[in-house]
């Protein structure tokens, strides 16, 4: 596609609901990223995929958040059992390899009543 | 650590110079990077500069690195009230993650 594209734009669910974010690169970008952004500060990094492969997940808060990217195209952030604090804006950026420029998409607002 | 801070908040008038300032602690940061926020849209990638150059212009845009103090600045010429927006600075961290760790970002209030 022209862009990196998220879905869906906004989400709210209840406290305890499970959430699944999703992310469609670039076309031929091989790394993908997930960020977290809460209100009045900038993205914090969550994971990072090569391909298909998940190579650094230490930025993911806790067990309740996963990822996964099967296919090397289109991802998937899982948040379990939500609660209030993870109301925030969720960021997905692709690029052509690891040491390339990073390119945004629109983002997934998140709210968790 | 990696910290990366910014001022908060800047106004300028339409066709003043705007000058972003940013600092930031990892000495081995690879690229450093402006995106600009505008409401309700996407991180958008302004500009870019490699840690090993002092200097990057880019039309309006000129970018302007002190690696022995580890301060990045942006400045915009002849600003427009289409510049108002949020800035990021962001530092990439060398390694095999390539991660960005963004400051906090940087309202630019521009008064027509």
């Known amino acids: 596609g022209a862009g990196v594209s998220q879905s869906p734009r906004y989400k709210v669910t209840k406290r305890g609901q499970d959430v699944a974010l999703r992310c469609d690169p670039i076309s031929g970008h091989v790394s993908l990223y997930w960020y977290r952004q809460a209100l009045g500060q900038g993205p914090e990094f969550l994971t990072y995929?090569?391909?298909?492969?998940?190579?650094?997940k230490s930025g993911l808060p806790n067990d309740r958040f996963s990822a996964e990217r099967p296919e090397g195209s289109i991802s998937t952030l899982t948040i379990q059992r939500t609660e209030q604090r993870d109301s925030a804006m969720y960021r997905c950026?692709?690029?052509?390899?690891?040491?390339?420029?990073?390119?945004f998409g629109p983002g997934t607002r998140l709210t968790v009543l | 650590g990696e910290d990366v801070e910014q001022s908060l908040f800047l106004s300028v008038r339409e066709g003043d110079s705007s000058v972003i300032n940013c600092t930031y602690t990892?000495?081995?940061?690879?690229?450093l990077y402006w995106y600009k926020q505008e409401p309700g849209a996407g991180l958008q990638l302004l500009t870019y500069i490699f840690s090993n150059m002092d200097m990057k212009q880019d039309q309006r845009l000129t970018v302007l690195l002190n690696k022995k103090d580890k301060h990045l600045s942006l400045r915009i010429a002849d600003t427009q009230t289409g510049d108002s927006a949020i800035y990021f600075c962001a530092e990439s961290i060398t390694g095999a993650t390539n991660k960005l760790i963004f400051g906090t970002g940087t309202l630019l209030a521009v008064q027509p």
């Open positions: 950026a692709s690029s052509l390899g690891g040491d390339s420029l990073q390119f």
């Open positions: 990892d000495s081995s940061s690879t690229y």
């Open positions: 995929f090569n391909y298909e492969a998940q190579q650094d």
